[in-house]
């Protein structure tokens, strides 16, 4: 059974009285409205901990749009019935108030990495989100901490974050899922209405594909897509576009780029 | 007798190796040239704890000005000497470029206290003492960290640090110690010359009458110094004033104000 914690304190608590320090500990940090790709994450902490803690928090310091964070997908029940179900062992789902005691006064910030691609688009996005993570990092104190490669630019960031700050846990990145048609697997997509789901396919097939990000963008534009960007780096490619508001990201390594099939 | 450790990985080797994880370790960060003022702390960590971990380390990233952060006194092997004498256990002595191995990237800020006082004479100062107080706790891991309040702005600071990022360290304010004629101990007042060592006493005297800060700071700037601040806050009064170009800051509580005796 998952056992449910609200507060930094239960959390401690249970994990002196369950004498979790020598174990193994697995920890998923998610915003929650769980999917495949989430679980995908907490069933390799399954396989490779003594312990697995997921975390449901949907940390309003890293969305800048009020309107965004008021319209993320929010669903604790069913995630709770997720997280019952793959058999998570520890839910920790805390209030703001108990992850910003007082406010936003202390953060983490870089300053090269997350002023580009969706922190160009996004001011502060990966503040927000270094901050939450070094805070969950020190609550949990797990041994191992999963990150999915949809999210790319924040997994890079994390792992530096941990390199830099001499945090003591592996960052472990899982492969982005995607669907039959390609789009990659995320939280926004329940957002999508039905065409622009079947329109959305486009995004990964398009950045997937041998064409220059130029001319990627180009039909994106004429199909209807508002690109942020489309960016190569040395060995990834990065893409980010709304379709009627809703903000889709993915990234493919440069050495998968296929020729398109018509 | 001190063991000296110069890498992030000869401590982390060591504290497996010592078995440290089970034993209380008291931690006092220092820039170096050290002065009765560490050595109180040192004494104090050393009291409470199994082992103590002094470091010195001349943090770059807190000096804002390259000509402070040259002259800042550095004294290695009497510090390592000092250490000796009082029996610290271990002493960690890193290089910057241990300390920073992708420069300085990533940082931790605080956007309202770290604002005034000094943080608005020397901007970029405490986000330099966040972030380094920061690593620094992650390497060491210590049970207790000691802080003297004569840097009461950074005691403050780095309370607030542990708490809003729910770090596992209990913080130990010291307090300031001072000379016979008041002035509070510190490492730059190596740097002053006999005329200007003596007319510093003044700086103490009148921080600590009765007197109200504007009064102060006209009397200070009569004698010759350059005042940057001098500030009551709820409960305490804070001071920063150069003499010949040198920094002296100081701090007092306010109830412990005296008459002047002349």
Not at 145 to 169: H, I, N, P, S, T
Request: charged share 25%; aromatic share 8%; hydrophobic share 40%.
């Amino acid at each position: 059974m998952t056992r449910c914690l609200h507060t930094v304190g239960a959390w401690r608590r249970l994990r002196v009285r369950a004498d979790l320090d020598n174990l193994e500990i697995g920890f998923v940090p998610t915003l929650g409205a769980l999917h495949r790709g989430h679980a995908s994450l907490i069933e390799r902490s399954l396989a490779q901990n003594d312990v697995t803690v997921l975390s449901v928090f949907l940390n309003p310091t890293q969305f800048s749009d009020g309107a965004d964070l008021e319209s993320y997908p929010a669903s604790f029940f069913a995630d709770r019935e997720t997280a019952e179900r793959l058999g998570v062992d520890y839910l920790f789902c805390p209030s703001s108030e108990e992850m910003y005691p007082n406010g936003y006064r202390y953060r983490v910030v870089e300053n090269e990495l997350s002023r580009s691609l969706c922190g160009e688009h996004r001011p502060g996005h990966f503040d927000g989100v270094l901050t939450v993570v070094l805070k969950l990092l020190h609550i949990i104190r797990p041994t191992r901490a999963y990150f999915g490669e949809k999210d790319f630019q924040q997994l890079e960031l994390v792992r530096g974050l941990v390199r830099d700050f001499f945090l003591d846990v592996a960052i472990v990145a899982c492969p982005t899922l995607r669907h039959e048609d390609g789009l990659a697997v995320s939280s926004r997509n329940a957002l999508l209405s039905r065409p622009q789901r079947r329109q959305a396919a486009l995004f990964a097939a398009l950045l997937g594909s041998r064409r220059q990000p130029r001319e990627i963008r180009r039909e994106l534009e004429a199909k209807g897509f508002e690109v942020e960007y489309i960016q190569d780096s040395t060995h990834r490619r990065f893409g980010a576009v709304r379709l009627g508001g809703i903000r889709l990201i993915d990234n493919v390594p440069l050495d998968s780029l296929m020729e398109e099939t018509r």
